[in-house]
């Protein structure tokens, strides 16, 4: 099955800033997925991210403020932009591992103070 | 639109007892899959088990299995021989054939009291 690298695996940062979060796969995949997990809640999609198209998102989510990209079949960010303590959370990337099921990354835990 | 129902937010049970996880969705489409994941304190997801929704045979995987009611749309865990590992957050969720996003139940908060 796919092993994906995300990082980072944490981080703590200022109100109205962005912070960028990568996700590397060790092997070539049509689709990645973007989710949030809100503090003791289950997983939410944000987006999904086709490489040489514009990522689709789910309703209440914006590219403005998550945007993605996905330059090639192996990799993917997401920016949480202009953010407030409601944005901490933890963001996962996950991808179609076939008959292994989906594959997800360890998570970036973000808290915005 | 597919949903995921999980209608039990905690459970706790001895070690080496059995322990069932409860699971309803509702979907309109005829191919799915249906999952268990586990995500333990260090927030990694991990599949515990798959179920195609073409086959009529439970799925199992060592002490873990499912008891799939295509009909009533209900997917349940069974644990069995419980472990204090097995103490997690437990999804239930389902997805569209082909490589499509996962719909996640709310969840379930497992403890495994030693």
């Known amino acids: 099955s796919a092993v994906i690298s995300q990082k980072p695996s944490r981080d703590i940062c200022q109100r109205g800033t962005s912070l960028t979060i990568q996700c590397q796969v060790d092997s070539q995949v049509t689709m990645m997925f973007w989710y949030r997990q809100q503090p003791g809640q289950s997983l939410t999609l944000i987006a999904t991210?086709?490489?040489?198209?514009?990522?689709?998102?789910e309703s209440g989510f914006v590219i403005d403020k998550f945007p993605i990209s996905r330059p090639n079949l192996t990799f993917s960010t997401l920016t949480v932009s202009n953010m407030s303590p409601e944005d901490s959370s933890i963001y996962l990337c996950?991808?179609?591992?076939?008959?292994?099921?989906?594959?997800f990354g360890s998570g970036t835990r973000l808290t915005v103070v | 639109a597919q949903t995921v129902t999980q209608s039990q937010p905690e459970m706790s049970v001895q070690e080496a007892e059995t322990v069932t996880l409860s699971c309803t969705y509702d979907t309109s489409e005829n191919n799915y899959y249906l999952f268990w994941y586990k995500q333990p304190p260090s927030r990694q997801m991990i599949l515990v088990i798959r179920q195609e929704a073409y086959k009529q045979q439970n799925a199992t995987e060592n002490r873990f299995s499912v008891n799939f009611q295509k009909a009533a749309k209900s997917f349940s865990l069974k644990i069995s021989d419980s472990q204090l590992g097995d103490t997690a957050m437990y999804f239930c969720a389902s997805t569209k054939q082909g490589a499509q996003k996962l719909v996640f139940g709310q969840g379930t908060r497992l403890t495994i009291n030693p």
């Open positions: 996950s991808v179609d591992g076939g008959y292994d099921g989906y594959t």
């Open positions: 991210a086709n490489q040489g198209s514009e990522a689709t998102y």
